[in-house]
């Protein structure tokens, strides 16, 4: 019996540690999801992308429509299906609510930046603004 009430004890102080290890866990960094976003965007993976995405970017659409759209518009467009070799953060600036990194996309034809906007929501960082960023002489840096 006391056996039995020492390992019913052990493991309900294991099951503690590690329920309050995982509350505990921060999530991703605002960096870690510009980039998640951005790589979602190169691997034309639309749901990820949606995932990753605030109600601000995803125009009043539900999963399967966003992805259908985007989709259809990436067929349109008829760009490669990778544009970007390397994918890396720049300068990230978070606050508590809201964050900015900005992305640096290196292809085989030179370098595009990005700023990516996030805020915190309730499971975590989410994008809500995305575009290309314009150097200071107002054209697009290459």
């Known amino acids: ?3 039995f009430l020492l390992v019913v004890t ?4 294991l099951m503690a540690f590690v329920w309050v290890a995982v509350a505990r866990e921060p999530g991703p960094s605002p960096a870690d999801v510009a980039i998640a976003y951005e790589r979602a965007w190169d691997d034309l993976d639309f749901d990820l992308l949606y995932d990753l995405s605030g109600e601000e970017l995803r125009d009043g659409m539900r999963r399967d429509r966003f992805v259908r759209v985007k989709r259809a518009a990436h067929e ?4 490669p299906a990778r544009l970007g070799t390397r994918i890396e953060v720049e300068t990230a600036i978070a606050g508590n609510e809201a964050a900015l990194v900005v992305t640096r996309i290196g292809a085989d034809d030179g370098e595009i930046r990005n700023n990516v906007t ?3 929501r309730a499971n975590g960082w989410v994008v809500v603004g995305y575009g ?3 150097d200071s002489g107002g054209s697009a840096q290459q």
């Open 1 to 3: 019996m006391i056996v």
């Open 10 to 13: 052990v493991l309900t102080g």
């Open 76 to 79: 349109r467009a008829g760009t």
């Open 118 to 120: 996030l805020e915190r």
């Open 132 to 134: 290309l960023r314009i």
